[in-house]
T-cell receptor, first 111, second 113 residues
Framework: DADVTQTPRNRITKTGKRIMLECSQT?????MYWYRQDPGLGLRLIYY???????NKGEISDGYSVSRQAQAKFSLSLESAIPNQTALYFC??????????FGQGTRLTVV | AQSVAQPEDQVNVAEGNPLTVKCTYS??????LFWYVQYPNRGLQFLLK??????LVKGSYGFEAEFNKSQTSFHLKKPSALVSDSALYFC???????????FGSGTRLSIRP
């Protein structure tokens, strides 16, 4: 089983719909992140969480919200999806000065 | 504030030649530096990291990187490129004050036979 699991892997949704992307990890790490990847823009940080009660906005948090349901689970929601939120979304986790471990990504298309 | 820059969108190298992918950073404290590789339709795979110690860090697949504090750089290198090294490479940084990890914009490495 993967250390970091993202569901769904692919999703097409309509403009205005609410959608949730889920992430779970079995590494036992306290820190979790959501990034989005767009061609030429690298990975941009949406939200991050250093523990269950600690949620922080990243550089592009507008239009997104998150929930840290447990140490191992970190969900990303788009309350009302818009086409420019079409992207590849990655969840990641790490602890202390270790490297980050990434999920396989969720390809989201908003039509 | 933290930042990381990868000045080259694309690097083209002939197979067998040495390669360098550049990365510069800015942090307020001591840096923790990372390189990742992404193959098509895949997630990011960790290559190597610098936390402390020797400035030359060796990682997976024959890659290495040199930490240069005075130039605030952490360039990725390999003595002899392989066609299979063709991929998207990301540099990442966080500072030692337990802050978040941020990534550069990525460099596409293309190795021609």
């Amino acid at each position: 089983d993967a250390d970091v699991t993202q569901t769904p892997r692919n999703r097409i949704t309509k403009t205005g719909k609410r959608i949730m992307l889920e992430c779970s990890q079995t590494k036992g790490h306290d820190r979790m992140y959501w990034y989005r990847q767009d061609p030429g823009l690298g990975l941009r940080l949406i939200y991050y969480s250093f523990d269950v009660k600690d949620i922080n906005k990243g550089e592009i948090s507008d239009g997104y919200s998150v929930s840290r349901q447990a140490q191992a689970k970190f969900s990303l929601s788009l309350e009302s999806a818009i086409p420019n939120q079409t992207a590849l979304y990655f969840c990641a986790t790490h602890r202390g000065n270790t490297e980050a471990f990434f999920g396989q990504g969720t390809r989201l298309t908003v039509v | 504030a933290q930042s990381v820059a990868q000045p080259e969108d694309q690097v083209n190298v002939a197979e067998g030649n040495p390669l360098t992918v550049k990365c510069t950073y800015s942090v307020s404290g001591n840096p923790y530096l990372f390189w990742y590789v992404q193959y098509p339709n895949r997630g990011l795979q960790f290559l190597l990291k610098y936390i402390t110690g020797d400035n030359l860090v060796k990682g997976s697949y024959g890659f290495e990187a040199e930490f240069n504090k005075s130039q605030t750089s952490f360039h990725l290198k390999k003595p002899s490129a392989l066609v299979s090294d063709s991929a998207l490479y990301f540099c990442a940084v966080r500072d030692s004050s337990a802050s978040k990890i941020i990534f550069g914009s990525g460099t596409r490495l293309s190795i021609r036979p």
